[in-house]
């Protein structure tokens, strides 16, 4: 059996040899890139330092924010390990920019479920208690914007103010939006009204592609730095990027409106997030690499996967796995096959934030990292695992052979 899967894998890394080198030229272009920004902004080791207390001056933190803008071809960025998660970070952007009596329109469906109680959470201090609306419409066939739909939307609803695109698919059965598509949308947005800020939720996206949606028009963009451009080094922490006045208003979010970015110190320093950005293209192409093998096996074998065509505008694979045993079991494999907590065996759970149980794989050296091996999925029909991430493309191919071997494929 273990020389049959090995067969099985072997036939699918030379059919993807093609894509392999394509994404080696991404992630060559993006180096350069890192590079050229962090030269430019001429990093030392006194970047590195810690700060204490107010944190004024602190040109480790001011710098960096300046290397995500000049990388995100942005006119400015707020990146700061205060920043929890990337739910934090699109939460601080929505809560800068928006107003009572504002409405931001999603144009890629509801957003992710951890953003629910953000929305339309009661007496919770979530947009809808300070009289935020909200209202959604969902892509058509092939990631197309339905633009009558958004016609009759922003004719219907005049304090539309922002519209919001998630980048990644969420838990849902579709391709991630590409750069191309996402320009192609904030084009005809600011055609029908340039006053309109188009926000872009870039988790699982940043350096799969030579541009970011910044640089194709997005006025703002945000992430977290354990996911992509924290390259599995970031220990915690997230990033806005966008148009100056815009960061400004985040940076105020953050802090205080009368401090913005001039304060907020952090003791354990910044190496982790300077040496995660610059290892950022790398890793991000190990997990498209290997993510891509998952799609082509398991395809192979007969299952349905996203993308089937090695067309990679996250770092995700989605797989049909047909029941919930095998949703399961999935999960605990990539689990047993982690270099930290190896030992434990995941179950479904009612995790808060989700509408149904999820069941979560996730052994890596930073709780909770997305851009290291994990995979996920909710417990329904038709029972999809999410399989993300990937420090090295190596480890990504001992995991799909255990997975074919326990999931007796």
Same mark, same amino acid.
Request: charged fraction near 20%.
């Given at each position: 059996?273990?020389?049959?899967?090995?067969?099985?894998?072997?036939?699918?890394?030379?059919?993807?040899?093609?894509?392999?080198?394509?994404?080696?030229?991404?992630?060559?272009?993006?180096?350069?890139?890192?590079?050229?920004?962090?030269?430019?902004?001429?990093?030392?080791?006194?970047?590195?330092?810690?700060?204490?207390?107010?944190?004024?001056?602190? &040109?480790?933190?001011d710098t960096l924010c300046k290397i995500f803008a000049e990388v995100f071809e942005a006119?400015?960025?707020?990146?700061?390990?205060?920043?929890?998660?990337?739910?934090?970070? @699109?939460? @601080?952007?929505?809560?800068?920019? @928006?107003?009572?009596?504002?409405?931001?329109?999603? %144009?890629?469906?509801?957003?992710?479920?951890?953003?629910?109680?953000?929305? +339309?959470?009661?007496?919770?201090?979530?947009?809808?208690?300070?009289? %935020?609306?909200?209202?959604? $419409?969902?892509?058509?066939?092939?990631?197309?914007?339905?633009?009558?739909?958004?016609?009759? &939307? @922003?004719?219907?609803?005049?304090? %539309?103010?922002?519209?919001?695109?998630?980048?990644?698919?969420?838990?849902?059965? /579709?391709?991630?939006?590409?750069?191309?598509?996402?320009?192609?949308?904030?084009?005809?947005?600011?055609?029908?009204?340039? /006053?309109?800020?188009?926000?872009?939720?870039?988790?699982?996206?940043?350096?799969?592609?030579k541009k970011e949606p910044t640089s194709v028009g997005a006025d703002i963009v945000a992430?977290?730095?354990?996911?992509?451009?924290?390259?599995?080094?970031?220990?915690?922490?997230?990033?806005?990027?966008?148009?100056?006045?815009?960061?400004?208003?985040?940076?105020?979010?953050?802090?205080?409106?009368?401090?913005?970015?001039?304060?907020?110190?952090?003791? &354990?320093?910044? /190496?982790?997030?300077? $040496?995660?950005?610059?290892?950022?293209?790398?890793?991000?192409?190990?997990?498209?690499?290997?993510?891509?093998?998952?799609?082509?096996?398991?395809?192979?074998?007969?299952?349905?996967?996203?993308?089937?065509? &090695?067309?990679? +505008?996250?770092?995700?694979?989605?797989i049909k796995l047909e029941n919930e045993n095998n949703l399961i079991k999935f999960c605990?494999? %990539?689990?047993?096959?982690?270099?930290?907590?190896?030992?434990?065996?995941?179950?479904?759970?009612?995790?808060?934030?989700?509408?149904?149980?999820?069941?979560?794989?996730?052994?890596?050296?930073?709780?909770?990292?997305?851009?290291?091996?994990?995979?996920?999925?909710?417990?329904?029909?038709?029972?999809?695992?999410?399989? $993300?991430?990937?420090?090295?493309?190596?480890?990504?191919?001992?995991?799909?052979?255990?997975?074919?071997?326990?999931?007796?494929?």
């Amino acid at each position: 059996m273990n020389s049959d899967i090995i067969d099985i894998i072997n036939k699918s890394e030379k059919k993807l040899e093609k894509f392999f080198k394509y994404t080696e030229e991404i992630a060559l272009f993006n180096q350069e890139k890192v590079l050229n920004a962090m030269q430019h902004n001429k990093v030392a080791l006194r970047h590195f330092t810690q700060t204490t207390g107010y944190g004024y001056d602190d &040109n480790g933190r001011d710098t960096l924010c300046k290397i995500f803008a000049e990388v995100f071809e942005a006119e400015d960025a707020v990146v700061s390990p205060m920043i929890a998660n990337g739910t934090h970070a @699109l939460t @601080l952007a929505l809560f800068a920019l @928006l107003r009572p009596n504002d409405c931001f329109l999603s %144009i890629t469906g509801k957003p992710y479920d951890t953003l629910n109680d953000v929305i +339309n959470g009661e007496n919770i201090g979530s947009l809808k208690d300070f009289k %935020i609306d909200f209202n959604y $419409q969902s892509l058509g066939d092939d990631n197309k914007l339905d633009y009558n739909q958004l016609l009759k &939307n @922003l004719n219907k609803n005049k304090n %539309i103010k922002m519209i919001y695109i998630q980048r990644s698919r969420g838990y849902e059965w /579709r391709l991630p939006l590409s750069i191309n598509e996402i320009e192609d949308i904030v084009k005809e947005i600011k055609k029908i009204n340039p /006053r309109l800020i188009v926000m872009v939720d870039n988790c699982y996206g940043e350096f799969v592609d030579k541009k970011e949606p910044t640089s194709v028009g997005a006025d703002i963009v945000a992430g977290s730095l354990i996911k992509n451009p924290g390259g599995g080094i970031a220990p915690t922490g997230g990033y806005i990027a966008g148009k100056k006045e815009l960061i400004n208003l985040v940076a105020g979010r953050l802090t205080a409106p009368s401090e913005g970015m001039e304060v907020g110190s952090y003791e &354990n320093g910044y /190496r982790n997030f300077y $040496q995660g950005l610059f290892m950022a293209p790398h890793t991000v192409s190990q997990a498209i690499k290997g993510a891509a093998l998952f799609a082509e096996t398991f395809k192979s074998l007969g299952y349905e996967v996203l993308p089937e065509n &090695n067309c990679f +505008n996250d770092i995700i694979t989605s797989i049909k796995l047909e029941n919930e045993n095998n949703l399961i079991k999935f999960c605990q494999i %990539i689990q047993n096959v982690s270099p930290v907590d190896s030992y434990v065996t995941p179950y479904p759970w009612d995790m808060p934030g989700y509408e149904n149980q999820v069941i979560m794989a996730a052994g890596c050296f930073v709780q909770g990292s997305s851009i290291e091996l994990s995979c996920d999925g909710p417990l329904k029909p038709p029972y999809i695992a999410y399989l $993300q991430g990937g420090l090295t493309y190596e480890h990504l191919k001992i995991a799909l052979k255990r997975c074919l071997k326990g999931l007796d494929l």
